[in-house]
């Protein structure tokens, strides 16, 4: 075989291949959360924690949208994922192709509509009026740069379907040092607060993209995708393979990135500090969450090329593995984070109340990473298989029937205040784990094969 960019997943040792695969996109997830979490230091420690509030919102509801569309480009990469085990090149050309058009088209309409509805979102968040101004801008701005996020999104998840998760953690760190340069320039330079935090980030999302775009176009001898004008095109069958995995995915994030959003709003009813302190808090419990989605994320891949290669024996040992992982990182970041939570928080805030609230959270919601370690090692198969349809019920058990559910029973019945909507917030996790766990350990993801038919 000439030489490509594609990995073969499914042959040799699956902890040394898992951890290899893993470690890329564990440095590129960490870099590109720093995208917004560099926003947050240098706001909360150069402007006030009004300007704070407002990247924390505004993220939430970006957030939002970049799950919706990441969950779209999952189908892409699970298809392309199965070709690439299956050795079928016109199956993963075809998918390319079509993937990339679509998220193209799909980029242009979800920025219109952006535009049109930021404001009233901002309202339905029940957004203090401190931040109101600075979370508008901050909004704005990042909607334009819709187009970025998409792009490199839909290129790293074509990457990583061909097994390759060391490229995209270069692109990333190239945006992530760009990003940190305009942080410093327009937010503690310029003063620009939010509207700053907001420049830098999309500024440095499109340097990303377009490095990505030249490197694959250059590269293209090697790269499955050529790159011609007849190779960009929509394909009705894979496309409809495509969404029928994706639709569900993008649900699915979109629920819990809108479950996230109201426990976000009743967090803004307690005042500017608690919104403060739940932002500060929830980038440094996202950090602490990244190794899990980390291996998550390349445990997927692997059982997708095994699922094409016909090689199911190959995932039962790609999930003990999992599992291992995970389970010693939960507990050494347990302990860590119990014991020194003021000094995370200070990185990001000295305002006392911001820290009160911040070490409420993190004392609380730490739990949960129990509920992840497993979760993403049972999911890995969920999302490796393609069952979109079984991840989008899990998403509603815990955005919906249990974190929302037990969010208003704590807060409005047994008056828990924002205590109980943390406590909603940990428990919730642990339904989705029960579920994909019952579903592995019964066997039914071994009668599913997307790409040959379901």
Known sequence: MSKTLETNLTEGSVLKQ???????????????SLYSTVDMIIVGNFADSAGLS????????????????FGLTM???????????A??????????????????LLSLCVTVLGLMFYRPILSLMNTPAESLPQARQYLFVSIIGIIFIMGYNVVCCILRALGDSKRPMVFVGIATVV????DLVFVAGLKLGALGAAIATVGAQAVSFVCAAVYLYKHRDIFVFDFKKDSFRIMKDKLKMILKIGIPFAIQF?????????????????GVAASAAYGVGGKIDNFAMMPYFAIESAASTMVGQCIGAGRKDRVQRVVRFTMLVNMVMAVIEFVIIQVFPEFFLK??????????????????????????????????????????????????????????????????VFDWG????????TLSPFGVTLVSGIYYHTGMWKKREIIHGD
């Not at 709003?265 to 307690?270: E, K, Q, T, V």
């Open 18 to 32: 898992l951890i290899k695969f893993a470690i890329p996109l564990l440095i590129a997830n960490i870099l590109q």
């Open 54 to 69: 407002a990247v924390s919102i505004g993220g939430q509801i970006m957030m939002l949208i970049t799950n919706a569309g």
């Open 75 to 85: 189908g892409g990469q699970i298809i392309i994922a199965q070709y690439t085990g």
């Open 87 to 104: 050795r079928d090149r016109e199956g993963q050309l075809r998918t390319i192709g079509t993937t990339v058009s679509f998220v193209a």
């Open 179 to 182: 990003n940190i340069i305009c």
């Open 254 to 270: 979109s629920i819990i990135s809108l479950s996230v959003m109201f426990i976000v709003s009743m967090i803004n009813g307690y």
């Open 347 to 412: 990185i990001f805030n000295q305002d006392p109340a911001v820290i009160e609230y911040g070490v409420l959270y993190l004392r609380i919601v730490t739990f949960s990473y129990f509920a992840f370690a497993g979760m993403t090692a049972y999911n890995a198969v969920v999302m490796g298989v393609g069952n979109a349809t079984l991840s989008l019920i899990g998403s509603i058990l815990d955005g919906v029937v249990l974190r929302l559910t037990l969010a208003c029973l704590f807060t409005y």
């Open 418 to 425: 924002m205590t109980g909507i943390l406590l909603a917030t």
